[in-house]
């Protein structure tokens, strides 16, 4: 068998003698045949890849070390958005690798601005990279962004984005005509263009500055006119087209003056989203460019539908966060109330923007005998269905604290319920009771983080309180615990988003808070407690740039109480001689007090509030008054049923009590405990 490497014999796959010399070696992929001859015109051109093999977009733009030549074509940025790259980050890979290969070949136009894509690897490449860079925005300014810098200098020198004003969202039907406002605009450095732009008017020479959405340029589409037609098509059309001809002026504005070069250096491509068309992308090339081709077509087709779906999800995401993000809100305490002997202040934080919705809550609910229950919980997870849960287990808390149920019983009634929504409904819970008369506070704690309590001195303590198990667990017991609550303390409640991060363990920041706290009362000295408002400021400035992993909830009470001798206490029996006590008792408390001239109003209605006790009472009743801002007097008995309020006849001999105590008392309730209820009405001072 002949060798094929004799001499004067070609390669494999050669046909005859080399008369240059010695044959070359060729590579595994190439034969002799297939070198290009310096003399061809495509000898510096990338070869395409073989049917065989398909070109992956973005191949060559992900590789390591390929210089970025196009950041010198990066496009000005009229509307910048603050959550936009920095600069320098205007051209894509594909641009770079494209860019580099024609400057090394000494291809490129006079103003330095890349050649077209000439093959359809060059296409494919630019536009993988194209919607990669798209598809990285989250919301609408970083998509619109997104599209401008990853056309400009590659694809176009220039590209002005319409969209609806507004935008619909969803199904929804628009109403009213169809208006596309100017959202961005991109182009070539203005140094780069004050010769042969096109942006510039035919009456004055120099470049047209560059339009801006801040001039709130708008463009009405009247029906039926030549823009309709070209938008309703859909697809991308060169701007020398006749329809396209007659569309550019009622897009841009006949006040603008634009004068858009011939060649099929424009091209106007509608932005349509899943059932409607949203809007518009000029692109435009200068006319020292070679033009667009055909194939720049389907180029501009791929960037148009790639941006209107973005721009669709992004708008259906924004307004699935406004929606839930204010079903947070209204769920959570729009006030916080004005119980005697305690003030309060709170702190509601979401999380990052992307994760605005969580089911953190607290609240304040007012009860019998002037006390207050104090509420702070976490529902695990960061959606509608966590801030919805958030919502149910909140009113579930208020209905419980209504009952006047003990802390550990309000705990067992929510962990029934959270069972009831759903086996994975996990929530963490503390649930405190505070008492400004005994200055007692009674708590107890589903699996949440412990409340620090603030000395009127400036010390900070951790409260040992029983951790529990979650609330949704199931079939566990949770104690509670009553501690002092002395007046001029300050008592902080929050969730674990204060203490917690990717930073550092809850233990961590619960010391942090406690050494916070301490040093910021020792500002304002050993007698006097810093402002409460001031003080949750100075709580939230200890987060970090990584503490806001999760969303915050605070509630932070300042326990002034009510001094004993602003106190008055009795029992009286269930017997007709009671009414008349209660008003002895009653006159002499109020002289003690000095408010002689109350007298009268508050004999007539304890008087009324007492004969009403004894009718239906079988132990012995109280009677209390507590001096504050207000005079707060409270009858309590062991008959549940609550008094209502009507309107008696001329012909009854009853039934006057209530109407009396509507009528005189500056507010008045009833409230239903344990072991009974409790009837009170307030006096204002005079």
């Not at 590659?154 to 609806?164: A, E, G, M, Q």
């Not at 006319?287 to 148009?304: G, H, K, M, W, Y």
């Not at 319920?417 to 996990?426: F, I, K």
């Not at 009653?586 to 109003?601: C, I, N, Q, V």
């Amino acid at each position: 068998m002949a060798s094929s490497s004799g001499t004067g014999t070609g390669t494999s796959g050669s046909t005859g003698p080399n008369p240059a010399g010695p044959p070359a070696t060729p590579g595994p992929e190439h034969s002799q045949s297939d070198q290009p001859s310096s003399t061809e015109p495509d000898a510096h051109r990338p070869r395409p890849a073989p049917d065989s093999i398909p070109v992956q977009p973005g191949a060559e733009t992900d590789r390591p070390g390929t210089e970025n030549h196009a950041t010198e074509h990066h496009a000005t940025d009229t509307h910048p958005s603050p959550n936009g790259p920095a600069e320098g980050d205007s051209a894509d890979p594909a641009a770079s690798d494209l860019a580099g290969r024609e400057r090394r070949s000494g291809q490129g136009s006079t103003t330095g601005a890349p050649l077209p894509m000439r093959r359809d690897g060059d296409r494919l490449r630019f536009v993988g990279a194209a919607t990669r860079r798209i598809a990285r925005g989250i919301d609408l300014d970083e998509i619109v962004m997104g599209l401008c810098r990853a056309t400009v200098p590659t694809f176009s020198d220039t590209i002005l984005v319409y969209l609806r004003d507004p935008l619909p969202v969803g199904d929804e039907r628009p109403t009213g005509p169809l208006v596309l406002r100017l959202r961005r605009t991109d182009r070539l450095p203005q140094e780069r263009d004050t010769e042969n732009s096109f942006l510039a008017t035919s009456a004055v020479p120099q470049p047209l500055p560059e339009l801006s959405p801040v001039s709130a340029e708008l463009c009405e589409v009247r029906p039926g006119g030549a823009l309709a037609e070209v938008l309703r098509g859909v697809r991308p059309v060169f701007a020398d087209a006749p329809a396209a001809r007659a569309a550019l002026p009622e897009l841009l504005g006949d006040s603008c003056d634009l004068d858009v070069p011939d060649g099929q250096r424009a091209i106007l491509a509608p932005l349509r989203g899943r059932r409607r068309v949203i809007g518009a992308a000029l692109f435009l090339r200068r006319p020292d460019r070679i033009p667009f081709e055909t194939d720049d077509l389907l180029v501009a087709a791929q960037l148009a539908t790639h941006s209107a779906l973005g721009i669709d999800k992004a708008v259906l995401y924004g307004r699935e966060a406004y929606i839930a993000d204010e079903l947070q809100r209204t769920m959570l305490p729009e006030t916080l109330p004005r119980p005697t002997g305690v003030r309060l202040a709170s702190r509601y934080l979401p999380a990052a923007e992307t994760a605005r919705v969580g089911g953190d809550w607290y609240d304040a609910i007012p009860l019998p005998g002037s006390r207050v229950a104090l509420v702070v919980g976490d529902v695990m997870g960061h959606s509608m269905t966590s801030a919805a849960i958030m919502g149910q287990l909140r009113t579930t808390a208020q209905t419980l604290a209504g009952l006047d149920l003990p802390p550990q019983e309000v705990l067992h009634h929510l962990d029934e319920q959270a069972q009831r929504l759903g086996t994975d409904r996990m929530a963490t819970c503390l649930y405190a009771v505070y008492d400004p008369v005994s200055h007692r506070i009674t708590i107890a704690n589903a699996g949440h983080p412990p409340p620090v309590l603030l000395h009127l001195g400036g010390r900070a303590e951790v409260l040992k309180v029983p951790s529990g198990a979650p609330i949704g667990v199931g079939g566990v017991d949770f104690e509670a615990v009553e501690l002092d609550a002395p007046a001029g303390a300050t008592l902080f409640l929050y969730t674990d988003g204060l203490v917690e991060s990717r930073l550092r363990d809850v233990w961590t920041g619960i010391e942090q808070l406690r050494e916070k706290l301490a040093a910021t009362a020792q500002l304002t000295g050993p007698d006097h407690p810093p402002p409460l408002e001031a003080l949750c400021d100075e709580v939230l400035d200890m987060l970090g740039p990584g503490d806001r992993d999760d969303d915050i909830a605070l509630l932070a009470a300042r326990f002034d109480g009510i001094a004993p001798s602003d106190v008055a206490y009795w029992y009286l029996d269930p017997e007709d001689a009671a009414p008349g006590r209660a008003r002895r008792l009653a006159r002499r408390a109020l002289s003690r007090w000095g408010l002689e001239e109350m007298t009268d109003s508050v004999e007539l209605l304890v008087s009324e509030v007492v004969t009403n006790a004894v009718r239906y009472a079988s132990r012995p009743i109280t009677l209390r008054l507590l001096r504050t801002d207000v005079l707060r007097c409270e009858v309590g008995d062991d008959v549940p049923q609550l008094p209502r309020l009507r309107q008696a006849r001329a012909t009854d001999e009853g039934g006057r009590g209530l109407y009396l105590v509507n009528r005189l008392a500056r507010r008045w309730g009833a409230t239903r405990l344990s072991t009974g209820k409790v009837v009170w009405f307030e006096l204002g001072r005079t």
